[in-house]
């Protein structure tokens, strides 16, 4: 190789290499929360989606009606705006019952029930436990 390719070479490997270790830093240091999605929400004016996500087990979610729900959680819990960003299939998938992991902002407002802007959302497997 000449030394133009193989600076070339280096600048994108280096490059590369910077990007996926702040990939790694901003997922170890981002705050999560771990729950239940209690209720998937979509604004049909904005377009936009949110999640109320509960501390409880799939099956208590998935055993109850809606007004159950509101009446054990009324006022407990995040709902969590997620991002426009975050791919359409991916929020189609979003289900009541469902257990996930939410990176986001770490701050919380403080209502009833709380509310927060959700970075990312993945959804938590049994075995991970």
Known sequence: MNKKT?????????SLGLLLFAAFIAFTIIPTHTGVIAEVQHNEETGGHS???VQGSSADINNKSEEELTEQYEYQGILFDLPSYLPDRMKKDLSPGQEVKIYFS??????????GKAYWVAAV???EK
């Open 6 to 14: 193989m600076r070339v070479f280096i600048i994108l490997t280096t």
């Open 51 to 53: 999640i109320w996500v």
């Open 106 to 115: 770490g701050s919380v407002q403080a209502s009833a029930p709380g509310g």
């Open 125 to 127: 497997n049994k075995e």
